[in-house]
């Protein structure tokens, strides 16, 4: 084997001479075989004619393989156009003889260049192939073998694209489909689901590639779950959309989306809502940078408003979305205009002189810190974001004369235990006061609130975190073995806030259809298991990745919920519900915004807790204050005590 390497290696005009040389040979050897097949000896040669025509043939074969482009075919990526490149080589080389002979007059029987034909077909041809195959055996311990799940039109291309891979080899199709199951295509065996496991164990197959872009969400999550348990990383194409756009290439392998493993199917959004407060108007999007928000304006510029003015706190979020949008409107030849601004939500005449300037029609309040941990350990800023902030973004949009103002909630404010999920609520309560105010007028605002549960890939979001540490060969964290939440994609959870800003008529709490919830501990097992590995635990103490669970975070609650009472009713659209659910007067409000300015810039925790427990938020606290700063002073007070004492 090191001496085929060596050969392997040498440069390429040295493996056209060693080819040639070999040709040359394979003629010689195939006019004496063709000679003594024919008459049972080799007595012409004794004839200088004869070599003439051996001659004479060895030179137009050489020449054409040479024009034909043989010499020039990598033996490693042998396809059928080289082995027909040598047939009709062949049939040249074969007709010389007999044009030679004739031209010498030379003793060669007319069957002998028949013969010599399929000898010389047989040995370059067939040299080529063992070639090859020696070249593919000397590969094949450094390729990871893969079955291809999906033997339709995507598993073909799949399959032709890997077939020329220095780093996959596939071994077979895994198919569904009964009619073709133990077929062969592209001469690869079509096997059924049943054998995926013993395929997987009697071929050490690495990898599992689901070439099914077409399949719906609850299809694939079907398949993954059947396949989870496997020792095999699952892989998948790019969905089908992206392949025909041209975006994305049949083998550009991914990992499995974790949308795939919710198996939850979106809903056709509604064209009419998605444009009613949209199209032809200038629409603002606060926390334009932030996750849901850089969402939400992509989904805006393709409703065509006349302007969108992106407002943002982080100078990096800023720019980074104006970018992308910019780059989208020149991709897609939309005509709009993108008005990217700094600012913070707490600037109340910022905000006022940017909607009047503008003269904003809608706005989606995104900006609002939403991390819990953080917020508990920075609870003053939490406050001051999330409730004025709120407050101020729609007294703003009355001011300017906006026309609809949709709040980006939470499922955390509803019976909140932490800081964050209250300062939604209380941002939900401004609204709804604020609401009932503007009923009275003919053309208010309109206010209303959409809320929803966590969505994948957001900021803060476990399943980056997960997908980060299985790659840095773990520990996976997770807080506790019973948390459990909700989940929805991003895309999905920006159109139904557009569509359910489309159907607020004032003070609307809306309530998005999260679908079933989802263990985290299991959505951490199925991460692994999708990567190849196994989960290492008591019961399988050799295993590759521990989950090791953390506790629960301050304000953390284990499960979440969506409604604060029964009283629900549903919409136009099936994902979208609506609550009606109880509220302060703007009076009592205001009353309550005053008190908790005032702990707020005094920095009075206790205070802070108090009127937020006492307010109708349902807030019930779980832990105590955990405010960084507010410890780190109560800490320093408590040692000068001591000191004093002492």
Same mark, same amino acid.
């Given at each position: ?75 490693? @990526? ?34 002998? &260049?028949?013969?010599?034909?399929? @000898? ?85 197959? *690495? ?5 099914? &872009? ?23 194409? &790019? ?50 940078? *932030? ?55 707490? #600037? ?44 101020? #973004? ?10 609809? @103002? ?49 969505? /994948? ?31 929805? #994609? ?16 004032? *003070? ?74 109880? =509220?302060? #007067? ?9 008190? /908790?300015?005032?702990?707020? =810039? ?31 002073? =109560? ?12």
């Amino acid at each position: 084997m090191a001496s085929l390497n060596h050969i392997w290696n040498l440069p390429r005009v040295y493996k056209h001479i060693i080819s040639i040389a070999i040709d040359a040979f394979f003629v010689v050897v195939s006019f004496f075989a063709a000679y003594w097949s024919r008459i049972g000896n080799v007595k012409p040669f004794e004839s200088y004619l004869t070599w003439y025509v051996v001659i004479g043939t060895l030179l137009v074969t050489v020449l054409s393989f040479s024009r034909l482009g043989l010499y020039r075919a990598i033996l490693r @990526f042998l396809t059928f156009h080289a082995l027909a490149v040598v047939s009709i080589g062949t049939v040249i080389s074969a007709a010389s003889i007999s044009v030679l002979a004739f031209y010498f007059d030379a003793p060669v029987p007319r069957s002998v &260049p028949i013969i010599y034909g399929a @000898f010389l077909c047989l040995l370059c041809g067939g040299s080529r192939l063992i070639i090859r195959v020696l070249v593919a055996q000397a590969n094949d311990k450094s390729m990871k073998r893969v079955l291809i799940y999906g033997a339709g039109a995507a598993g073909r291309q799949l399959a032709l694209a890997l077939r020329s891979s220095d780093t996959h080899r596939v071994i077979g199709f895994i198919d569904e489909d009964k009619a073709i199951h133990n077929s062969i295509i592209m001469g690869l065996k079509v096997k059924n689901l049943s054998d995926v496991e013993r395929l997987v164990y009697k071929h050490s197959v *690495g990898q599992i590639l689901l070439a099914i &872009p077409s399949a719906s969400r609850s299809k694939r999550k079907q398949i993954l779950e059947s396949l989870m348990y496997l020792p095999a990383e699952v892989l998948t194409v &790019p969905d089908m959309k992206d392949i025909v756009e041209g975006k994305a290439n049949i083998d550009e392998l991914k990992d499995v989306q974790i949308e795939d493993l919710l198996g939850r199917d979106s809903v056709e959004p509604n064209k009419t809502l998605l444009e009613s407060n949209i199209k032809g108007k200038v629409v603002m999007v606060t926390g334009a940078g *932030g996750s849901i928000g850089s969402e939400l304006c992509r989904q805006i510029i393709f409703q065509q408003p006349k302007t969108l003015v992106l407002f943002e706190l982080s100078e990096f979020a800023l720019y980074q979305i104006d970018r992308e949008l910019k780059g989208l409107l020149v991709n897609h030849d939309i005509d709009l205009q993108i008005i990217p601004l700094l600012g913070s939500v707490q #600037t109340v005449n910022r905000l006022s002189t940017v909607m009047e300037g503008f003269c904003v029609n809608t706005v989606y309040h995104a900006a609002a810190y939403k991390h819990v941990p953080l917020v508990e350990y920075n609870v003053v800023e939490g406050v001051r974001n999330n409730v004025f902030g709120t407050y101020y #973004t729609a007294k703003a949009a009355i001011e300017s004369g906006v026309e609809s @103002f949709v709040l980006i909630s939470t499922d955390k404010a509803v019976r909140p235990t932490n800081i964050m999920g209250t300062t939604k609520r209380m941002a939900e309560l401004g609204l709804q006061a604020l609401a009932e105010q503007e009923g009275n007028k003919e053309n208010g605002t309109r206010f209303c609130m959409v809320r929803f549960g966590n969505v /994948l890939g957001s900021s803060g979001s476990v399943i980056p975190l997960f997908k980060k540490q299985i790659a840095c060969g773990g520990p996976v964290t997770v807080t506790h073995p019973e948390i459990i939440r909700y989940f929805m #994609t991003i895309p999905e959870a920006a159109q139904l806030v557009i569509q359910a800003g489309a159907m607020g008529k004032g *003070g609307d709490v809306f309530v998005l259809d999260m679908g079933e919830p989802v263990k985290i501990a299991d959505l951490a097992v199925n991460l692994i298991q999708l990567s190849g590995l196994e989960v290492k635990d008591a019961s399988n103490p050799y295993g590759d990745i521990e989950i090791q669970f953390s506790g629960l975070r301050p304000g953390e609650k284990l499960f979440e919920e969506l409604l604060i009472g029964d009283n629900v009713s549903r919409t136009e659209h099936p994902r979208i519900m609506t609550a009606n659910e109880r =509220h302060l #007067t703007i009076n009592e409000y205001s009353e309550l915004l005053n008190s /908790l300015d005032s702990a707020c =810039h005094s920095f009075e925790h206790e205070k802070i807790r108090k009127l937020l427990i006492e307010a109708p938020t349902d807030f019930s606290p779980t832990d105590g204050i955990s405010d960084l700063v507010w410890k780190k002073l =109560h800490a320093l007070k408590d040692e000068s005590l001591d000191s004093v004492i002492h």
